[in-house]
């Protein structure tokens, strides 16, 4: 590095503090952001108060001290074409005097201000053109780098600036024509050159965007590598496709599936029937109706003469499988089996010898299947519902029970898919958008506490027409006691509002049991208005709740609130999530909110407000930091970059081909990982 114009030791050592070792590295320093000088204002024109760009030879220079002792270096300017003069102002760097020099063509930007006459202060400038040298006179964008101490930004640019046509002579394009064209991708030359030297904003975005399909490229190529390195190692059970208790499911069931929820089924059975195990999570808003899917692939394993368990993270969630799996395999002559930690002791060993003796072919449960006595037969798929309540051990735990069984993950948390794909790069994602028709609507109303009668009034109505609701309050750690207090205070104050009415309350706090009994009275409607904390998050499935109340909305995540919405609106009756929120700065994103049910997109929400902080392992991921792809609206991109990856991995997984010499180089290079993922073999 240090052998390069421009680059002594000093400067060679601020570089490597930004990560610039080689050449290389120079030419991919890109820029953080632009500055657009392509709008040309004639310095005739200039006004007061005005941020401008100017372009005008140098005509006079020199620094003057003002008042406070700081020295200004100044220049004046005038246009070829005799417009002009106008005069510039650098405060605090007489030094300049070196570098502008009368005679040059300068572009510089910055606010007008009254001193003497109008006087640009300059923010930036560019030497366009040299004395007697003809310059373009017009604007430029400006791109801004990234800087570090005894190194700023103007003097990376002028560096950069100096080699790129040299540099950019030695690239050469990895991708083919072909991808290029169907990606709409510029050429990497013609994209590094619109990064460092746009001649538009547009133009230089188009750049950003080909480095940040590169760079989700490699990273995708790495994780596809895995992932079939991984499955080589994951021989499983090869399941053939019986049409048996499958297709009778089918024939039965008392509604269409989505498209969704086919595609699912299709590609679950595919992983199924592959001789490979299966490892894909199914994502899916609540009620975008999971249950059916993983009922599906559990069937696709009875009917191949083996056992499906499905584990729940709690006593209700499984009791409602249990439920609904009853309900649906009835025309089936089938039985769901269970085993809970609530069975009596002598239940439970009677279920266990069930399971051991393979008289259970299809079993519910809680944490209670992954005890150590639970012995399976033959145990070829396992189902974890709300998968990231379970620790991984417990996953490997009943796991375990099997003799490498297929393994389906279901999440009613939507990550977005950037997310999802580049933390679960071993998985395979499978997710349901799509809601089952017959649904009524939730519709979600931003209220302030001087609606309280009024909603209390709507609350009367509809559980008068007998239908329920949820009141739910906000509980966080910092605050757990008051917050407790508050929910209780509002439990009791709730019940003298509504004399006529059965309300209950639920927390953390209380014991499973007392939860339990509360919940399911609630489900028995037997309680018809339940004060809760977040605890009810994800769980209990009561079609007949038609109204919740968020009390102190904007103490919530927009995600979490989301998983609150869930609740309601599982049944035909239109229902209503009402946001109550005093505080104006959070109206905006509480607004948005309302205005969109889909789980994906409230995802992607907060991840925006969230920020890339707390995912600062997710940009990590594969070793590498992204530094050009941005995950909140690189999407598009991320799944193309899969896409193009996951087919040459295919073809050639160890990227052997001479055609796909320079991605392996790359990837070696820049991973940690890479040279043990590629090595040919
Ligand atoms: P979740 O994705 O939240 O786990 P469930 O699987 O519990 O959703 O499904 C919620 C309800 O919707 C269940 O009662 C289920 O029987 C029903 N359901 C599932 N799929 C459909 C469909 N395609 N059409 C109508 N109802 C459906
Ligand atoms: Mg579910």
Not at 121 to 133: M, Q, S
Request: net charge positive; aromatic share 4%; hydrophobic share 45%.
């Amino acid at each position: 590095m240090k052998y390069l114009k421009g680059v002594g030791p000093k400067r060679a050592e601020a570089l490597a503090r930004l990560g610039i070792r080689s050449v290389g590295d120079l030419l991919y320093h890109a820029p953080h952001r632009y500055l657009d000088a392509t709008t040309v204002t004639p310095l005739t024109k200039v006004q007061v108060g005005e941020e401008v760009t100017c372009v005008g030879r140098v005509v006079s220079t020199g620094v003057l001290p003002t008042r406070k002792g700081l020295r200004v270096f100044r220049a004046v300017l005038r246009e070829d074409s005799g417009g002009g003069p106008l005069e510039c102002a650098w405060p605090g760097q007489p030094f300049l005097e070196r570098q502008i020099k009368k005679g040059q063509l300068l572009l510089v930007t910055g606010p007008v201000r009254y001193y003497h006459g109008h006087q640009l202060v300059a923010r930036e400038f560019v030497i366009l053109a040299d004395e007697g040298e003809a310059g373009p006179e017009r604007g430029l964008v400006l791109p801004v780098y990234p800087a570090t101490e005894g190194l700023t930004h103007r003097q990376i640019r002028g560096l950069i600036h100096q080699h790129l046509d040299a540099l950019l002579a030695l690239v050469a394009d990895p991708h083919p024509k072909g991808l290029r064209a169907a990606v709409g991708l510029p050429e990497l030359r013609a994209a590094l050159a619109a990064v460092h030297r746009p001649a538009t904003p547009a133009d230089a975005e188009a750049g950003r965007r080909r480095l940040a399909f590169d760079e989700l490229f490699d990273q995708q190529l790495v994780q596809a590598r895995a992932r079939a390195l991984a499955k080589r190692a994951r021989a499983g059970i090869t399941f053939a496709l019986k049409k048996a208790l499958t297709t009778k499911l089918k024939q039965h069931l008392p509604f269409e599936l989505t498209g969704d929820q086919r595609q699912a089924i299709r590609e679950i059975a595919d992983d199924m029937l592959a001789p490979l195990r299966m490892h894909r999570l199914l994502m899916g808003d609540v009620g975008t109706g999971k249950t059916v899917v993983a009922l599906f692939a559990m069937l696709l394993a009875v009917e191949n003469d083996y056992q499906a368990a499905i584990m729940a993270p709690t006593e209700l969630l499984a009791e409602q499988h249990l439920a609904t799996l009853t309900r649906l395999l009835e025309p089936l002559a089938l039985k769901p089996d269970v085993l809970t930690g609530r069975l009596a002791a002598a239940e439970k060993a009677a279920a266990r010898e069930r399971i051991a003796a393979g008289a259970t072919r299809l079993v519910v449960g809680t944490h209670a299947l992954i005890q150590e006595a639970v012995k399976f037969q033959r145990l070829g798929l396992v189902v974890i519902d709300e998968q990231h309540r379970f620790g991984v051990e417990q996953r490997a735990a009943l796991v375990e029970k099997g003799d490498a069984p297929d393994v389906l993950l279901l999440t009613a948390t939507p990550i977005p898919r950037s997310l999802a794909l580049t933390l679960y790069g071993d998985l395979d994602v499978t997710q349901l958008r799509e809601r089952p028709p017959g649904r009524g609507t939730v519709k979600t109303a931003l209220r302030a506490e001087t609606a309280r009668q009024k909603i209390y009034e709507f609350i009367r109505a509809e559980c008068v027409a007998g239908r329920q609701a949820y009141v739910i309050y906000p509980v966080i750690e910092e605050s757990e006691r008051a917050d407790l207090k508050a929910a209780t205070v509002m439990a009791e104050r709730l019940a003298k509002v509504f004399p006529e009415l059965e309300v209950g309350l639920v927390h953390g706090r209380l014991k499973a049991e007392e939860r339990d009994a509360t919940m399911r009275a609630f489900r028995d409607n037997a309680v018809h208005i339940l004060v809760a904390t977040s605890v009810i998050e994800v769980g209990i499935d009561v079609a007949n709740a038609t109204v919740m109340l968020i009390e102190h909305a904007e103490r919530f995540g927009l995600a979490q609130l989301h998983q609150l919405r869930g609740r309601v609106g599982r049944g035909a009756a239109a229902s209503h999530c009402i946001l109550l929120s005093d505080i104006p700065e959070a109206a905006p994103r509480l607004q948005a909110f309302t205005e969109t049910t889909d789980g994906f997109k409230i995802a992607e929400l907060d991840l925006q407000e969230r920020g890339m902080g707390e995912l600062a392992g997710a940009r990590q991921s594969g070793g590498v930091p992204l530094r050009y792809a941005n995950f909140a609206t690189d999407l598009p991109l991320l799944e193309a970059a899969r896409r193009a990856a996951g087919e040459i991995i295919a073809r050639d997984p160890a990227l052997a081909q001479p055609a796909h010499a320079a991605y392996r180089e790359r990837i070696v290079q820049r991973y940690e990982r890479g040279f043990e993922l590629f090595r040919v073999g």
